[in-house]
């Protein structure tokens, strides 16, 4: 099976700007979640989407947004680019999501604001 | 606060020899807890995962302990090779219907040297 795959990899935006991420999740894994990676702050949980419906969202302003297509597929938006919001944006997908089942994760989307 | 700690941040250590990579969570309730590598520029791997109830779990020359009396959980390494360096994750999981449910360590970053 092929693993999770992330568009763009590299990603150059300005301050004020919006941006889109995707991330097509593996065959029939129908939980896809979204984390921001920082130096400073490590990984940190957006949120989850399951059945296109959003499961769990984590501590992050409503300028980050997601969903989830029927294929499972997921986009990840970003309005109103901040400095802040340089990161490595990970996708990881599993089959139910549930605690005990295993996240694949992509390689990554790397994203700078200038 | 729910807290996942990890130490060192940084280790470098000579090929062939062994290394401790250390967790301290404060997270309540618990679920799992799983410990994870990261390669320079790719997305984490999943290496364990342990339950409250598990006290050692391997996989390969990765051994992971946890103590959840004490709340620490440690990754072993053995006979370090040139493609263990790499950053390690440790991540605990609350459960299932908790919000903001994974916290995940910062991670510690490990350098093997030929």
């Known amino acids: 099976k092929a693993g999770v795959t992330q568009t763009p990899r590299y990603l150059i935006k300005t301050r004020g700007q919006q941006v889109t991420l995707s991330c097509s999740p593996i065959?029939?894994?129908?939980?896809v979640s979204w984390y921001q990676q920082t130096p400073g702050q490590g990984l940190q949980f957006l949120f989850e989407?399951?059945?296109?419906?959003?499961?769990n969202k984590g501590n992050f302003p409503g300028r980050f947004s997601g969903r989830q297509f029927s294929n499972s597929r997921s986009e990840m938006n970003v309005s109103t680019l901040e400095l802040g919001d340089s990161a490595l944006y990970l996708c990881?997908?599993?089959?139910?999501?549930?605690?005990?089942?295993?996240?694949?994760f992509g390689p990554g989307t790397r994203l700078t604001v200038l | 606060k729910n807290q996942v700690e990890q130490s060192p941040q940084s280790l470098i250590i000579l090929e062939g020899k062994n290394c401790t990579l250390q967790?301290?969570?404060?997270?309540?309730?618990?679920?799992?807890l799983r410990w994870y590598k990261q390669d320079t520029g790719r997305g984490p791997v999943s290496l364990t995962i342990?339950?409250?109830?598990?006290n050692t779990k391997s996989n390969g020359r990765y051994t992971a302990t946890l103590d959840a009396d004490t709340k620490q959980s440690s990754l072993h390494i053995t006979a370090s090779q040139l493609s263990d360096s790499a950053s390690y994750i440790c991540?605990?999981?609350?459960?299932?219907?908790?919000?903001?449910?994974?916290?995940f360590g910062s991670g510690t970053r490990l350098s093997i040297r030929p």
């Open positions: 990881a997908s599993s089959p139910q999501g549930r605690e005990g089942n295993e996240q694949f």
């Open positions: 065959s029939g894994h129908r939980s």
């Open positions: 989407y399951f059945s296109e419906t959003q499961r």
């Open positions: 967790c301290n969570y404060t997270v309540s309730p618990f679920s799992n």
């Open positions: 342990m339950t409250f109830s598990e």
């Open positions: 991540v605990v999981n609350r459960p299932y219907s908790s919000a903001s449910k994974i916290i």
